[in-house]
């Protein structure tokens, strides 16, 4: 016995000192073939937990019918509502604004003259417009139908001038820092600590006893001008995409590192109700005086690790990169039938979590155990852990396709382990099969961030531009029919006897036909889901074939544009030398007119004896000698081969 208990402690010891003599290799040496070292990691699982900490209050601080602006500032509900209608309908009518966001942000805030110049007019435009709004009497829309509220011209300019603002503040962080500290990093630095500092000065605004229209403009102005700083700050999960080129690193940063920050906003939702009653409860503005600084501040200075964090997408960090146009780069997403694909997928995909609300709905309606709902949604998610731990194992042996249309297959088998659970009535195998689904759900999550990722990089070695943001266009045509499907649920529910009477889920017939609703939704809707994937042929080989590719164009054109300036300097050099040689023999006084001839030709002929080689000749003979990439694998597109014509044609002008 004491020899098998000395092994299993030297098995142990051996372990341990394995891991740590690993991690003290890795810290700052990456992994051969890998790009992120053991410190950006661990920063970036901090930055993560720092970006936890501050949502914690973020919920609590929100213009919306909550505890603060409802029963606190006694904003009234539907007002809400309305502001909220008006919102969208500005959005709508400001939409052919969006391509100046667009290109500002695939570009680092670098446009094109012209259109520049048209956006600086919009935005100046925007914010005089707002400024107007002040001028007009409050009462002036009160009568508008479904919109009509005192203060509507006052809350149209804080619309207005909040978005001007930070449509320009946007644009300059992008033109002045972007290029070189990359797209994410620079907002989650700068804009932290004015995030935490405008949410903080909110629960001190003198307002609560002001009049009405007065309290609703000043509430409604802080709140847009907190909610620009804060929706531009708390972007940390995003780098992911940028932080490394290789999908399995990618992977691990989407499966791995949440199981050890997501520990810290359930330990702090353990003890933050505890400490919101010691400060009278969330009724008291005094707890917003104090729990909102706290934790807003700390989570911003533990979100500070992503210092030393890199995005290293590959691409030209100065003024040479290319430079993307709105309707060019649009024609391009749209002809990316990989973005098709996943779009039309999340399209389908609206009912798809629609069984989530069953456990609690039958809990507290059905069997009357209200006081066990937490528990019961604790014990659920416990398969959550597993979920993620198995994501890049799975990876690892099995392309993205596979593992996606596989966990959702296993996903209606859960499903329907549910319906028959409620056919029978049986709530524990009902609590039984969604633990099943929430351990396939981090699968299905993790694998769809890795092929979007995976995607960007395809569509930048296919068309020779990134479009991170230009991806977005997709929204502007299917978000309509994303909102017509959303009135399905609602038919539904009413076609079941539920409209806006809660207390008739206590009938036992309703609320077994609102459950079986639900669970066939979430049957159909996952089940949709899949089809578009069968077409989903971005394989790891071929990806890692484009991120190859991708490394060898941008040597090459580092090391062209390396020899055109040492050639030019040269060029240089030597007209400056036969230019020196000419004074000297004149103020000598022994130059003659055939010598002056003779220098310029000699200067001439040094300067086409060094003109530079042809560019897209040199490309062609590297990326052919390095990366030999099958017809029936990845193939260049044709754009690419039009602009290597251009550049050979302007390297022979040259």
Request: with cysteine.
């Amino acid at each position: 016995m004491k020899e098998s208990k000395t092994k299993k402690t030297n098995k142990v010891s051996r372990l341990v000192t394995n891991l740590v003599s690993s991690a003290k290799m890795n810290w700052k040496t990456p992994r051969p073939g890998e790009f992120l070292t053991l410190k950006e990691v661990t920063s970036y699982g901090l930055s993560q937990v720092g970006t936890f900490i501050y949502s914690t209050v973020i919920g609590l601080m929100v213009f919306g019918a909550n505890y603060f602006c409802g029963a606190i500032m006694h904003i009234n509900v539907m007002d809400f509502t309305k502001i909220t209608i008006l919102g969208q309908i500005l959005g709508y009518a400001l939409m052919w604004m969006n391509p100046f966001g667009v290109l500002i942000y695939e570009n680092h805030g670098r446009l094109e003259p012209k259109t520049k110049i048209f956006a600086l007019i919009s935005y100046a435009g925007q914010f005089l417009i707002g400024l107007a709004c002040y001028f007009v009497p409050i009462e002036t829309f009160e009568s508008v139908p479904f919109v009509g509220m005192i203060a509507l011209p006052q809350i149209l300019g804080n619309i207005l001038v909040v978005g001007a603002m930070g449509n320009f503040c946007t644009w300059i962080v992008r033109y002045k820092f972007c290029a070189k500290y990359g797209r994410i990093k620079p907002f989650v630095l700068l804009f932290g600590i004015p995030s935490a500092i405008f949410m903080s000065i909110i629960p001190f605004l003198p307002v609560q006893a002001a009049p009405y229209a007065t309290k609703l403009i000043v509430l409604h102005f802080a709140f847009q001008f907190m909610s620009y700083f804060k929706d531009s700050y708390n972007v940390v999960g995003n780098m992911v995409t940028f932080m490394t080129p290789n999908s399995q690193e990618r992977q691990r940063l989407y499966s791995i590192v949440p199981i050890i920050t997501s520990l810290v906003p359930s330990v702090i939702g353990m003890f933050f109700p505890i400490l919101i009653k010691l400060f009278g409860g969330y009724t008291n503005i005094l707890t917003y005086k104090i729990c909102v600084p706290i934790f807003s501040a700390a989570g911003v200075a533990v979100s500070f690790f992503v210092a030393n964090c890199k995005e290293r997408v590959i691409e030209k960090t100065d003024d040479s990169r290319p430079k993307v146009h709105f309707w060019t780069g649009a024609k391009k997403v749209l002809s990316n039938k990989y973005l098709w694909i996943t779009n039309i997928s999340n399209i389908t995909s609206i009912w798809a979590l629609a069984y989530g609300s069953i456990l609690q709905w039958w809990f507290i309606y059905s069997i009357r155990m209200e006081w066990f709902v937490g528990i019961a949604a604790n014990i659920v998610v416990l398969s959550m852990t597993l979920g993620f731990l198995m994501t890049p194992v799975l990876t690892r042996r099995f392309e993205k396709k596979t593992i996606l249309i596989w966990s959702k297959f296993i996903a209606i088998v859960t499903i329907l382990l549910m319906f028959l659970s409620i056919k029978i009535n049986s709530i524990v195998l009902f609590m039984f099969a969604m633990l099943l689904r929430n351990g396939v759900s981090p699968i299905e999550e993790g694998i769809k961030s890795g092929m979007n990722a995976d995607i960007m990089d395809f569509h930048q070695w296919r068309y020779g531009e990134r479009a991170d943001s230009m991806s977005g266009v997709f929204s502007w045509f299917l978000g309509p029919i994303t909102m017509a499907l959303s009135y399905v649920m609602p038919l539904l529910q009413q076609g079941a006897g539920f409209t806006s009477d809660w207390d008739i889920l206590y009938n036992q017939a309703v609320i077994e036909k609102l459950f079986l609703i639900y669970i066939v939704l979430s049957i159909v809707s996952t089940f949709i889901t899949i089809l578009p994937f069968f077409f989903f042929d971005l394989t790891r080989k071929k990806h890692d074939q484009c991120i190859e590719e991708l490394q060898l164009r941008l040597k090459a054109e580092n090391e062209e544009q390396e020899r055109l300036t040492a050639d030019l300097d040269t060029s240089v050099v030597a007209d400056e030398t036969a230019t020196l040689t000419k004074d000297i023999e004149v103020a000598n006084g022994f130059v003659s007119t055939d010598s002056d001839e003779t220098q310029n030709c000699d200067a001439t002929n040094i300067v086409q004896d060094t003109a530079p080689p042809d560019i897209g000749e040199n490309i062609e003979q590297d990326i052919d000698a390095k990366s030999a990439l099958t017809s029936d694998e990845v193939q260049p597109s044709a754009s690419q081969n039009d602009e290597k014509d251009n550049e050979q044609q302007g390297g022979d002008k040259q």
